[in-house]
């Protein structure tokens, strides 16, 4: 008897001890997966938790457990085993009352039993405590998932009792690992997806090219699908802007005046993607469940709402905030024409000369926009500009959409005047 | 009236005109001026269209004349302090 259950804790306990220094480091990082774990299945949400790893993680400091102090460090071989023992048993004793205790003290005694090989009565006296307090752990104490890799094919050897302590990591090897996608990691995974396409992208290429250990085939693929999900959803919005705009233009009469880059043609579809491209290296997907606010982060450097996430099209070049830019940027002088252009994307109206009233709402807070840009009369060239503009192409739709008086009214009021009407010969 | 027709399409070009001038942050007078020198348009005409289309736009009109007032007074308080500025760091004390 004797013989035999140190040995068998001598087993398992150089396993542990082994760990035990890594323990101590897992067991802080294990206390931060374990609370992102909680995300990853409902059902494992406790088992998550691997209380011993944390307790023992705060006890080797010996905050809790005061009594633990006494065996100091693990790694330092305790010459006075029977010191240790007796503290053991003392220890435990106390300890039974507290579970989380236990299991501390389980695994430091265990320790001690280990070095103190060479006791007899004590450690069996401990060991068997031990037996007995960890199989009642057991049943309180899951299964935890090993925090990094470190402590996973160590901690497997779970046939044992004594051992589920610290090797409850991962005996099924179900969790995976929470990875933290750092914009700098995401960074290289957007890299690796377009070296290799899209849709060609194929988690294992992706783990090779990016070449990080943590990362498993699993989280890449995760967050390859995440990652692909977004796009469409972007797209989808760009479609969608790149519809409005074209509607935009028409209503800007064209709005060729200076060639404004945003006014540009080419509303098609693909060229809209690369601009998008400039954000998602900048931002990540946080935690899974943040799915909804993808969105909102993305676009995070464009200072406005989310309905600047579809920036003017066809300025791919150009910064996605060219909308945002327009406003600060049309203080020059000569440049008096932008809100031309300005304009007509505030009230988005359809090309028709009607606009509904409510439409003018918007013109309160949209039309201060053309106020800021210039203090000055625009440039005589410019209204030229414009003006000819209009004359020559008067089938073109309203800029700004007012609503037409009533031609009677019109009319009257210009008789008053002393103006039959019909385009005046004389000006 | 055959005018009619010309007269309503007349109108709706000085209505259009009109805006391009509000796009451009003019205020009644500056497009009076602005039309009639560069589309040949009588400011009366400009100025009745105008008034027409403020009656019925009211809110538009309101707030156009808001902001236009804001800017004044935005530009005024700038320059009220550029010249303090300037003038304090002529003094010599």
């Known amino acids: ?427 | 009236m055959e005018d009619s027709s010309s007269s309503a399409a007349y109108i709706r070009l000085v209505h259009r005109l009109i805006e391009e001038c509000i796009l451009f942050n003019m205020s009644k007078e500056e497009c009076m001026e602005a039309l009639s020198k560069h589309a040949n348009i009588k400011p009366v005409i400009t100025s009745t269209v105008w008034k027409e289309l403020e009656k019925e736009n009211k809110e538009f009109f309101e707030a156009y004349t808001r902001s236009r007032a804001e800017r004044a007074s935005e530009r005024e308080t700038r320059q009220r302090i550029q010249s303090v500025v300037s003038d304090s760091s002529k003094e010599r004390i």
Not at chain 1, 115 to 127: H, I, M, Y
Not at chain 1, 162 to 181: A, L, M
Not at chain 1, 342 to 367: C, E, N, Q, W
């Open chain 1, 1 to 427: 008897m004797l013989a035999v259950s140190p040995l068998r804790s001598n087993i398992k306990d150089e396993k542990k001890q082994g760990e035990m220094e890594g323990n101590f480091s897992m067991a802080t990082t294990t206390t931060t997966d374990d609370v992102v774990f909680g995300d990853l299945s409902e059902g494992n949400l406790l088992e998550s938790i691997n209380f011993d790893e944390l307790f023992v993680g705060i006890d080797i400091h010996g905050d809790v457990l005061p009594d633990l102090e006494m065996f100091g460090e693990f790694s330092v071989d305790v010459s006075t085993g029977e010191e240790s023992s007796e503290m053991n048993s003392s220890a435990k004793s106390s300890k039974l009352e507290n579970d989380q205790n236990v299991i501390a003290t389980t695994s430091k005694k265990e320790e001690e039993e280990d070095k103190t090989s060479c006791n007899a009565s004590g450690q069996d006296l401990g060991s068997n405590r031990g037996e007995e307090i960890v199989s009642e752990r057991d049943e309180s104490v899951v299964v935890n998932p090993a925090p990094k890799d470190g402590g996973k094919g160590r901690k497997s050897s779970s046939a044992q009792s004594k051992n589920n302590s610290s090797s409850n990591n991962n005996p099924q090897g179900k969790r995976k690992v929470k990875v933290d996608w750092t914009p700098e990691l995401h960074r290289r995974f957007v890299q690796a997806v377009e070296q290799l396409g899209v849709d060609k992208a194929v988690p294992s290429r992706i783990l090779e090219i990016m070449g990080i250990d943590c990362l498993t085939r699993h989280n890449i693929a995760s967050h390859l699908q995440k990652y692909r999900s977004h796009r469409k959803h972007l797209l989808a919005r760009e479609a969608e802007a790149a519809s409005w705009s074209q509607r935009r233009q028409l209503c800007a009469g064209g709005g060729k005046r200076e060639g404004s880059p945003w006014l540009a043609p080419t509303m098609g579809f693909p060229p809209m993607t690369p601009p998008m491209h400039h954000f998602r290296p900048l931002h990540v997907w946080g935690h899974p469940s943040m799915d909804q606010s993808f969105m909102h982060m993305w676009p995070k450097h464009l200072p406005n709402s989310p309905p600047l996430s579809w920036p003017p099209p066809a300025a791919p070049p150009q910064e996605p905030s060219f909308w945002h830019q327009l406003v600060p940027n049309a203080l020059i002088p000569g440049t008096a024409c932008f809100p031309q252009l300005l304009t007509p994307t505030r009230f988005g109206s359809p090309p028709v000369p009607g606009i509904p009233p409510h439409a003018m709402y918007k013109a309160d807070h949209d039309i201060g926009l053309p106020g800021p840009l210039f203090d000055f009369y625009p440039s005589k060239e410019c209204i030229d500009a414009a003006i000819g503009d209009v004359l020559s192409k008067p089938w073109l739709p309203l800029p700004i959409g007012l609503k037409a008086p009533a031609l009677d009214s019109v009319m009257s009021e210009l008789q008053r005047q002393g103006i039959p009407n019909i385009p005046p010969s004389s000006a």
